[in-house]
């Protein structure tokens, strides 16, 4: 397959304008699902496994099948940073989305964050198996050493914080709690910090216009979210630790 430039510059800045849309809407108004599902008005709601594992699961999806399909020979540095990408999607679909105790999940949300996840695992898997040209040096430039290093940080942050939340709760239990250990002892949210972390180690090992839109958009989702759970907890507990910061340890 030939590398479609247009569609992929169209699909990268169509993240950005969706992340900062986002951004101004999150603001104000909650992304309706957890703890924020009240204010939801879809009637149909998923059990949280289901939903997580059918929403996550074209960012895998995709890519993999790009990649079966697609011939010709495309470097290590693709190789290496598709695989990346594939590992996080994993680990979010069969691993996450398995454990979850979350509530019951929006019908809504459900899907378009399905059409979300297919359309950002085309337009990742599309650049680096298509319009990506790293030479065979690429691998161990500072780049993408550095970028991977800070990716599979956030990864192991992210991934250790949602383990702190799952194990908040006994199964079946609906109940928040104030987290501790790890990094929620410096932010609220931990687990999106990691994310956060992930994501730009992936835009600077990628070094590409669809992954930074990409950490872009995360950042626009998260960042507004973060900021209400921190919110939520000081409203809701009195004793909640005074020095947290929302998102970005010591800063915001
Ligand atoms: N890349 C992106 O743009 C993006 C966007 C969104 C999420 N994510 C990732 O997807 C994962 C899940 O995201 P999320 O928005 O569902 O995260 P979240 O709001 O922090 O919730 C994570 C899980 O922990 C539970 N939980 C949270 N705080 C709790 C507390 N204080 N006490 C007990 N249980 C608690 C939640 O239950 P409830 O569901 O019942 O509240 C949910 O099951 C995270 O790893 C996040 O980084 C990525």
């Known amino acids: 397959m030939l590398c479609h430039k247009f569609l992929v510059q169209c699909l990268s800045w169509g993240l950005i304008l969706a992340g900062a849309m986002h951004f101004a809407s999150l603001l104000r108004f909650h ?7 009240g204010f939801s008005t879809s009637v149909w709601m998923v ?7 059918l929403q996550e699961l074209p960012a895998l999806l995709v890519p993999l099948l790009l990649f079966l399909t697609s011939s010709g020979p495309h470097g290590t540095g693709s190789y ?12 979010r679909t069969f691993i996450y989305s398995l454990l979850t105790r979350g509530q019951p999940y929006p019908f809504g949300i459900m899907v378009t964050a399905m059409f ?76 999106y910090f990691g994310e ?3 994501w730009l180690g992936y835009a600077i090992a990628t070094w590409s ?17 973060a900021y209400h759970h921190h919110r939520f907890y000081l409203e809701k507990f009195k004793d909640y630790p005074r020095s947290r910061k929302p998102l970005i340890p010591f800063i915001f």
Not at 209 to 225: D, E, Q, V
């Open 31 to 37: 992304a309706s699902y957890g703890r924020y599902v």
């Open 47 to 53: 059990p949280a496994r289901l939903a997580w594992f």
């Open 80 to 91: 290496l940073l598709l695989c990346t990408f594939c590992i996080h999607y994993f680990q």
């Open 116 to 191: 979300f996840c297919s359309v950002n695992g085309f337009l990742q898997a599309h650049y680096l198996m298509h319009c990506a040209a790293y030479d065979q040096t690429y691998p161990s430039t500072t780049c993408m050493v550095t970028g991977l290093m800070i990716f599979y940080l956030g990864m192991a942050i992210n991934i250790h914080s949602d383990n702190i939340l799952r194990n908040l709760r006994k199964p079946g239990e609906i109940i928040y709690r104030i987290p501790r250990g790890g990094l929620f002892e410096y932010v609220s949210a931990a687990n």
């Open 196 to 198: 956060t972390v992930e």
């Open 209 to 225: 216009l669809p992954a930074f839109s990409f950490a872009f958009f995360s950042i626009c989702f998260i960042g507004p979210r």
